[in-house]
């Protein structure tokens, strides 16, 4: 549900800045006047954020957009030198939407955001020098409605850019890419109307808006997920816990000699091996939701399930992990993989993961959630003295 809000809600932005701007001859002066301080308001959002988050590339993508908004007001006054601006922002704004879009994560005060940061400075030093040594032949026309047109180069690399960021976005799942993607679509938007102040404000801050979005999206992130593993935190589940009182189940899963597959392999294996295990987890988890407890040991929480359908799901997951069988070297735990899938690599490592479970149900004889989790966690400890790979439920 969180995914599916997060991906309808920079289209919903778009579309609330189309259906405000359809009806902008009609503000009252009070609401142009709001308008034209919104996109700042929202530029300091989303630059503070970036900040805060350290997330370079929404920073430096944030500051193209402010300059590209000041400039544009600046040159408003002179539609030829307008014109000339909104050519050039035109074909570097899908450009840049590519290179942020798929650059590495690497903060802002580093020596990569300070790289990032000098090749835009170079690019605004481009642009205003050509711009204001009115070159000739670059501007863009306007039709009769007064709309710049958008030279074909330009729209060329929009169609582009928007289609390869897309096309990432569906195969990687990479949530920013659909996020420059659609704020190329808003600045498509804003470049045709950079002659309407009041248009290109109300555009521009839903640029401003959709990165925001992403940046609160990471935010949530950062405190409700774990980092290595996608799924639930403890800190989530400590939230979660507090909305159900009765009629719940936990069960404790951990990993069966992980610390033998960290000895002998490394850390870095046993974090794939950990991936591994919490993606199989979770799609086995039966509307169960997973979280990561911590080191090898993960939590399943139940709600409104029975006795037997909760053994049946923690069954599934049980002999789903133990039919996994991992790679040494690979680096997608998350895709499903048979031995038959990988007979060319035999001379490759293989490892199989088993794991015990320990499940106890809240009862009037538990009066709280840490009297479930110790017997959870009795039980768990049962399993292991019972040869591992199995379940125990009290």
């Not at 802002?108 to 090749?119: D, E, H, M, T, V």
């Not at 060329?156 to 990687?172: D, E, K, P, R, T």
């Not at 401003?208 to 992403?214: G, H, M, R």
Request: net charge positive; hydrophobic share 50%; proline share 2%.
């Amino acid at each position: 549900m969180r995914r599916t809000v997060l991906i309808i809600a920079p289209f919903i932005v778009i579309l609330s800045a189309w259906a405000a701007a359809s009806r902008a001859d009609v503000f009252s002066a009070a609401l142009q006047s709001l308008f034209n301080v919104l996109p700042y308001v929202f530029a300091l959002f989303a630059l503070s954020l970036s900040i805060g988050y350290q997330n370079g590339n929404s920073f430096f993508l944030s500051c193209f957009i402010l300059f590209s908004y000041v400039f544009f007001i600046a040159l408003s006054k002179t539609p030829e030198k307008l014109s000339d601006a909104v050519t050039l922002i035109s074909i570097l704004f899908p450009v840049n939407a590519i290179w942020l879009g798929f650059s590495r994560e690497r903060g802002i005060f580093s020596y990569y955001g300070r790289n990032k940061a000098l090749i835009l400075f170079g690019q605004v030093l481009w642009i205003v020098i050509r711009v204001f040594a009115n070159s000739a032949g670059i501007s863009s026309q306007t039709d009769n409605m007064g709309i710049i047109r958008i030279k074909a180069p330009a729209m060329a690399l929009y169609v582009v850019s928007i289609f390869i960021l897309l096309l990432n976005y569906i195969l990687q799942k990479r949530y920013m890419n659909l996020v420059f993607m659609v704020v190329l679509l808003a600045s498509f938007i804003a470049l045709h109307f950079a002659n309407r102040v009041i248009i290109l404000s109300i555009f521009t801050t839903a640029m401003f808006t959709i990165v925001v979005i992403a940046l609160l999206d990471i935010s949530y992130s950062l405190a409700f997920y774990d980092a290595l593993t996608g799924v639930l935190s403890r800190r989530a589940f400590e939230q979660e816990i507090l909305k159900h009182e009765n009629n719940y189940a936990i069960a404790m899963v951990d990993l069966d000699h992980f610390k033998h597959i960290n000895d002998k392999y490394g850390h870095d294996v046993g974090d794939e091996v950990l991936k591994m295990v919490a993606s199989t987890l979770k799609e086995n988890a039966g509307g169960a939701k997973i979280f990561r407890y911590g080191g090898e040991e993960f939590i399943v929480l139940f709600a409104g399930m029975s006795y037997n359908d909760i053994r049946v799901h923690l069954d599934n997951m049980r002999k789903a992990v133990e039919k996994r069988t991992f790679f040494v070297g690979d680096k997608s735990p998350s895709v499903k993989k048979s031995v038959n899938d990988n007979l060319k690599s035999r001379s490759s490592e293989t490892i199989k993961v088993t794991v015990s479970i320990g499940a106890a149900r809240k009862t009037g004889n538990l009066k709280n959630i840490y009297d479930v989790i110790k017997k959870a966690d009795e039980a768990l400890y049962k399993s292991k003295n019972n040869g591992r790979n199995c379940i125990t439920m009290t």
